[in-house]
């Protein structure tokens, strides 16, 4: 079980800000304890199997670049055995308390269903004695419902509904995985379930399927005892032409059109929400007012490509004003934020698996940082606040209420008459802004 193919490597110490270590954290500092908890107990960083122990670099104009000492062998359940304990090994090494898996990433399918669930079987066994060894948790598992072209036409709004039932199938063995790994959630990400075109979809059919799929699985969650929180994860487009977990609004319509809306959250992906046209922090917003704010899938896109590109983000910035957001709704909870991020092509050493999750890791640790100066500080939310100070008192009061109507409001604007033109000081702001990101 032992494995030493990051022997090359520390585990990443915390140096603080002055280091010119590239192996070292610069803010993340696991131990670190703000407000009665860690940093490590804050941030709840989770590794995203599929990206960096899958990943191999492949696109859609060539196979992969990317090769893995553990990767040799004939025999892919050895292999599998063999990948699972690099990857924590190098959980441990990255200081990452959580981890994250579809079902197909961490054992191979077989050429039945028993066949996958046998070999599936064997590879959570493994991942149990692992996490029992390293104290490395499962924030969730899900099922890879988009991968075998058997779900060509989608999992839960494939056409066939022998498709269906397999889908079924599958998605009640990785619930049943996801419970015996302890895993304090549960991911649907609808990559095919959508449509290409109208000429062959019975849209709303296949959104009553989809309801009918989740709610199946609420069954089957308090049947088996599984506590964990379900998160939806909306993504417009890719690989489908119209997801129909479109973002986290229309997830929420969804949601509450079938009445499922008590028992999902949304796990919200940044390159997901660019997708949607939406900022990271738009969608957070949107999930938060609803009470719905689950996890994250930290990664960034590149809004000069268009597709799911899946970096690691970087960008202090947006993640300060997602971070805002997040504190504000009170914090992920059972969630957290998983690294749904890959090597770029030409990364191709194992030092970039380190780099990768270090900046990572310390963006999301600085962004963390600043958001809570700048709530503490207040200054943003003191002028929020003073913008809506009409609707504090009088007739701003009763429209909150509900108390007031068309004729009420029509015989104040006629009394008032022209309203006073306020500043939305934008530019002000974004400078204020900097000064907390800069000085
Ligand atoms: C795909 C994506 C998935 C989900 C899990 O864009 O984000 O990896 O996170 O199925
Ligand atoms: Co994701």
């Given at each position: ?5 990051f ?40 590794i ?5 122990f899958?990943?191999?670099?492949a ?23 063999k ?15 959580f981890?994250?898996?579809?079902d197909?990433?961490i054992?191979?399918?077989?050429k039945t269903l ?8 064997v ?22 419902l ?8 989608g999992?839960?709004?494939n056409?066939?509904a ?9 998605v009640?063995?990785?619930?049943e ?14 990559g095919?379930?959508?449509?290409e075109?109208l000429l062959?979809?019975d ?20 049947q ?13 487009k890719?690989p489908?032409?119209?997801?129909y977990d479109f973002d ?11 009445k ?12 997901h ?11 957070i ?6 009470n ?8 960034s ?10 970096q ?23 969630g957290?934020?998983n690294?749904d ?10 030092a970039?698996l380190?780099?990768?999750?270090i900046?990572?890791?310390d963006?999301?640790?600085l ?9 503490a ?7 929020i ?8 008192v ?19 604007a006629?009394?008032?008459?022209e ?9 002000y ?10 000085g």
């Open positions: 079980m032992k494995s030493r193919h022997a090359d490597f520390p585990q990443i110490p915390y140096e603080g800000p002055g280091t010119d270590n590239p192996l070292a954290f610069r803010h993340y500092n696991p131990d670190e304890v703000i407000d009665g908890k860690t940093m490590k107990e804050h941030m709840r960083f989770g995203a199997y599929w990206h960096s899958r990943g191999v670099g696109d859609p104009f060539g196979p992969g670049t990317i090769e893995r000492p553990w990767e040799k062998g004939r025999d892919e359940m050895s292999i599998a055995k990948r699972m304990d690099a990857a924590f090994e190098f959980f441990q090494k990255i200081q990452a308390p981890w994250c898996y579809h197909r990433d054992a191979p399918e077989g028993r066949e996958s669930n046998k070999n599936l079987d590879l959570v066994k493994h991942a149990k004695a692992h996490q029992k060894a390293s104290g490395v948790k499962l924030l969730w598992g899900t099922a890879s988009f991968t075998n072209p058997r779900y060509m036409n999992g839960a709004t056409p066939d022998h498709v269906f039932a397999y889908a079924a199938a599958q009640k063995k990785a619930m995985t996801t419970l015996t790994l302890g895993g304090e959630n549960y991911v649907f990400w609808g095919r379930e959508g449509y075109t062959n979809t849209m709303k059919r296949e959104q009553d399927h989809l309801a009918a799929f989740l709610h199946m699985a609420v069954d089957y969650a308090k088996i005892g599984f506590k964990g929180q379900f998160l939806i994860e909306p993504k417009p890719e489908t032409k119209h997801q986290v609004a229309s997830g929420v319509a969804f949601l509450r059109t079938y499922l809306d008590k028992h999902f959250k949304f796990n919200i992906e940044t390159n929400a660019t997708l949607a046209g939406h900022t990271f922090n738009h969608e917003e949107v999930a938060a007012a609803h719905m704010l689950g996890s994250i899938d930290a990664n896109g590149d809004l000069l490509l268009g597709w799911d590109t899946d690691f983000n970087t960008d202090v910035k947006e993640l300060t004003l997602a971070m805002i957001s997040i504190l504000r709704a009170g914090g992920l909870g059972s957290g934020f690294f991020a890959k090597l770029r092509r030409p990364s191709i050493d194992l970039d380190f780099h990768a999750h900046g990572g890791m963006a999301y640790a962004a963390f940082k600043i958001a809570r100066r700048i709530l500080e207040g200054k943003f939310e003191e002028i606040k003073a913008r809506y100070s009409s609707f504090n009088g007739f701003g009061r009763q429209i909150e209420k509900q108390k007031v109507g068309f004729k009420e409001l029509e015989k104040i006629f009394k008032l008459g309203p006073t033109r306020v500043s939305g000081r934008q530019e702001l974004e400078k204020l802004l900097n000064t907390y990101l800069h």
